[in-house]
């Protein structure tokens, strides 16, 4: 057996059903081969950064590692900025790509780049298919531990002898734990609140938080960790939120912040607490040095039952929080017809039966704060790495996914068209798939900067923000709205087994500025 038909039986063994990407004509061609033979599903996409992202978000959703496939260097190249959103987001993904073997003569230099160089800074680590080495097994298991990221794999006509062992993050050399306290300020405490990273929707903890009685954040990332329509439910935690949301009122009241996974890449401003806190992370401190917890724990299962013991009984702060959600709530659906209300109507028609994206932007600012979650897997976003242009991708992979949850994905006029000639998948696989476009006619969120210090706002002015005339030219139904009434009778008249609908909502762009007064310190 060959090592590309080895590389196919291994992708197969793990389960995986989908490979996405644009092959050369070399050994990745080989490999699609092997794996359509095994009856996976080759998706050709027409940018290699969507094929990475689309895997990725697979991977999220399904446990196992996505793959993703290119030609070397120009292919890898064109691979590097969906790489790079899957680091920011912690998406587990294997990209495979062609390579010269590491002993080839310099002379050969078609389409040659250092692969490793390249991709040091957006992956956790880069490996040669070798005959004594990590193969795809170690290479998924690598993208899929704890945090979860990508990989990247060379492969060659022929493997190489041998590569690198793989060192997991949790074995190199991570600080050791200060226990000591953890449980008598947990036991102790009068006021205590939970923020949620993305590690405790990983560790499904999310079971045990919908139980409790006491105030319960969660990173953007990990919107839905704790069910959002329960009292309890704080909502999103950035350490960037103004006198309107929740984490500005009620923190401050707290006498202890348990963490669950709280790290540096998850908010968008590290502030140490002004009361003793607590954190609970396998990997130790290293990605979580700046918020000076009192004492950390591993996390194992003992640990947390004995944690959720001694939280299931305390109650406190849950008519503040209903005050303060319902105020913010109120100031964000008091302009007519904003963003606010966009996701109020998509929120009732779909009755929480929908899977929604959201790219970044102001508009994004708002989705984080309103829309109510029930689980994690029903909220995808780039809320880790704010990476803008991630929408699109993100609803592909989401629906080779399950095609059967209808997906809305909203994004902004910066956004819209990095991505978008992919969509193309959508109308050719009847895709369920809701896109719309939230336009002031700006980069909205820089245009209020431009504003503040009163500088030029020409280089984020949008001199046409129509895209009706391209969704259409890409075979996707297309349409304007104006109000809640006409939302609704297109949302109503739209068959979404035929395929994507396109919707654009042009807002007045000084409203849509100042919808996020009092909410969000860019």
Known sequence: MGSLEKLAEDIVERGIKH???IPGSGPSLTLIDHLQRHNVDFCLTHFEGTAAIMAGTLGRLSGNSGV?????????????????ACYFESLPVVAVTESYLPDTPHSKAHKRLDHKLLTAGVVKGSRFLSSHGPGFHEMADWSETEIPGPVHFDISGTPIESDSPIIAERDKGKEGFDTRGFFELVSSSKRPVVIAGTLAGRSGWSEWLNKLSIPVFSVAAAKGVVNETLPQSAGVYTGAGLELTPEYSIIPKADLIICLGLRHKEVLNVVPFQCKTVNVDPLGEVHSRGYKFESMIEGSKEQMDKLYTLLENKEWGLDLLREVIDRMRDHMMSYVFMPANVYMVIEEYFKNKARIILDTGNFCTIGEHIWRVHRSDLYL???????????IPIALGSLFYDSEVPVVAFTGDGSIGMYISDIKIAVERRFPFLLILMSDGFFGSIRGRAIKDGLTQKPVTISNSSWIKVLEGLGVESVYVEGEEKLLNVLGGWNSSSGPLFIQINFDPDKYQSMVDKIRAE
């Open 68 to 84: 993703s496939v290119s030609i070397k260097g120009p292919g890898l190249a064109n691979m590097i900025p969906g790489m790079t």
């Open 19 to 21: 490979v996405f990407g």
């Open 381 to 391: 976003s780039s809320g880790q790495g704010r990476y803008m242009g991630t929408a």
